[in-house]
């Protein structure tokens, strides 16, 4: 059993996560849409949840065409299952292969 973990509803979380980027100068009324960011937190997934509001998509509509997402996801859990389309992240692997993004040989250190 986990203990010290404080479960936070994922519009709660989303508003806390804008609240941090804020701290950071992040002011989203003066962004153009996918342009420079001080700081850009955002939620990948929530469990296996799948919803989709205004404000936010779980699990994060873009993290499949994105290496720097998926390298470090299946690092930590090469197994983990998409929770909308029940297919595994490693699938979408392939698709992103060639944008530079890697893992580094820890032998190598």
Same mark, same amino acid.
């Given at each position: *059993?986990? =203990?010290?973990?404080?479960?936070?509803?994922?519009?709660?979380? /989303? @508003? +806390?996560?804008?609240?941090?980027?804020?701290?950071?100068?992040?002011?989203?009324?003066?962004?153009?849409?996918?342009?420079?960011?001080?700081?850009?937190?955002?939620?990948?997934?929530?469990?296996?949840?799948? *919803?989709? =509001?205004?404000?936010?998509?779980?699990?994060?509509?873009?993290? /499949? @065409? +994105?290496?720097?997402?998926?390298?470090?996801?299946?690092?930590?859990?090469?197994?983990?299952?998409?929770?909308?389309?029940?297919?595994?992240?490693?699938?979408?692997?392939?698709?992103?292969?060639?944008?530079?993004?890697?893992?580094?040989?820890?032998?190598?250190?």
């Amino acid at each position: *059993m986990l =203990t010290g973990i404080v479960e936070i509803n994922p519009l709660d979380l /989303l @508003e +806390r996560t804008q609240k941090i980027e804020a701290s950071f100068g992040r002011d989203r009324s003066r962004e153009r849409p996918k342009g420079e960011r001080t700081l850009d937190i955002d939620i990948l997934l929530y469990g296996s949840l799948v *919803m989709a =509001t205004e404000r936010l998509k779980l699990p994060h509509p873009g993290m /499949l @065409e +994105r290496a720097f997402v998926l390298v470090p996801l299946l690092e930590l859990d090469p197994g983990l299952i998409h929770p909308a389309t029940a297919k595994p992240f490693a699938d979408a692997l392939p698709c992103v292969k060639d944008q530079g993004i890697y893992l580094h040989d820890k032998a190598a250190l």
